[in-house]
């Protein structure tokens, strides 16, 4: 008989081991289908890495790919804190884009220094706005926020493409559903010549020392981890349960709206449906590898970009599908969630009571 028993405290550096290991684990097992499909495992992996890491071309790209992660990694893993489960952060980074895109091209004027910031407080203002329904209706009715924000990613991409074949079509875009492009004063600027690294990096770093920040050394941030401790417990201690769920659901939606902004602004500079390959969900993803830190969740972002881009250049040099790529992200979680379930509990072997009552 096998029973689950909680430990104590577990530090840092065994944490931070342990989600290594699951990683390496990870490409272990990734390694078994790559065998299936005729490839040499240090050969694929070699040519992700460069592909990656193997110029400076390959490395932005791969910082390019990350921005986007980390900020809705970051609008995961600080709703996960207080236990407020936002599934929505592809939906929220398309609603920060389309505000973007409505602000940015030819709504207001003005010079850089104007626009760059509104569009910014726009889009992240709308994600914000986006969460503020789920989050009142798990607060106010009860409402399962899995549910509502997870149906709200179809309701706003079903808007986005409603807008983008009618009144935010751009009449010189020869009939593709897409927005007009940004102005150049409301675009965000480039952080290399001559490559697609913009400020939306800099932005999602700097978010991420504001959320470490707010976690760690405000009253807010204790209030946060306390409710995801145990929001009865809080409440019981005169703790605003209700007022920290909707702050944290408009903090967790502003900066899945913020990586939309720097997808619209500062990458493509116009707006299409397919947008996002899917980075709402993957920061989900990230949030977890890097077990909800906001630092930890830099890294783990880094890590999951250097698998598409290194996959991506796999794929072309190779000719397997770069869904490999979604394979090793998928077993990553996996292991990491196990390995998770072993730092929170000791398991005991112990015999069966009526085996016991027998032996006697």
């Not at 592909?51 to 609008?75: D, H, N, Q, V, Y």
């Not at 470490?212 to 019981?236: D, P």
């Not at 077990?291 to 250049?313: H, M, Q, T």
């Amino acid at each position: 008989m096998i029973r689950f028993e909680p430990r104590g405290p577990v530090a840092v550096s065994k944490v931070v081991g342990v989600t290594v290991a699951a990683a390496v684990a990870a490409l272990i097992l990734a390694a078994i289908p790559m065998l299936f499909a005729g490839l040499s495992v240090f050969e694929a992996y070699g040519l992700m890495v460069k592909g990656a890491f193997g110029s400076a071309f390959a490395f932005t790209e791969m910082l390019t790919r990350a921005t986007p992660l980390i900020l809705t990694g970051l609008a995961a893993a600080v709703a996960f804190r207080a236990k407020l489960w936002n599934i929505g952060a592809e939906g929220q980074l398309y609603a920060g884009a389309l505000a973007a895109v409505a602000v940015g091209t030819g709504l207001i004027s003005g010079p850089s220094y104007v626009l760059i910031p509104t569009v910014i407080v726009a889009g992240a203002l709308t994600g914000g706005l986006v969460m503020l329904g789920p989050t009142l209706l798990k607060t106010r009715l009860g409402v399962d926020e899995v549910v509502t924000t997870l149906l709200l990613n179809f309701v706003i991409l079903l808007f986005v493409q409603m807008m983008l074949e009618g009144p935010m079509k751009d009449p010189m875009g020869m009939g593709w559903p897409q927005s007009e492009p940004i102005l150049d004063e409301a675009a965000l600027p480039k952080l290399m010549a001559r490559m697609r690294i913009h400020w939306g990096l800099v932005i999602a770093l700097v978010a991420s020392l504001g959320v470490y920040f707010l976690l760690k050394r405000t009253v807010w941030g204790f209030e946060i981890r306390a409710v995801g401790e145990n929001a009865a417990a809080a409440r019981h201690a005169g703790i605003p349960v209700t007022a920290t769920f909707i702050r944290v659901g408009l903090l967790s939606g502003a900066l899945a709206g913020l990586a939309g902004v720097g997808e619209v602004a500062g990458l493509k500079g116009y707006l299409t449906a397919d947008l996002s390959p899917g980075f709402g969900y993957s920061g989900i993803v990230v949030a977890m590898l890097a077990g909800l830190s906001p630092i930890g969740v830099v890294f783990s972002a880094l890590f999951i970009a250097s698998i598409f881009v290194g996959a991506d250049s796999m794929s072309r040099a190779t000719g397997v599908s770069n869904y490999l790529a979604d394979l090793i992200v998928a077993m990553a979680l996996l292991c990491v969630l196990v390995s998770g379930l072993f730092l929170r509990f000791k398991i005991r072997f112990v015999g069966a009571p009526h085996a016991k009552e027998a032996a006697k």
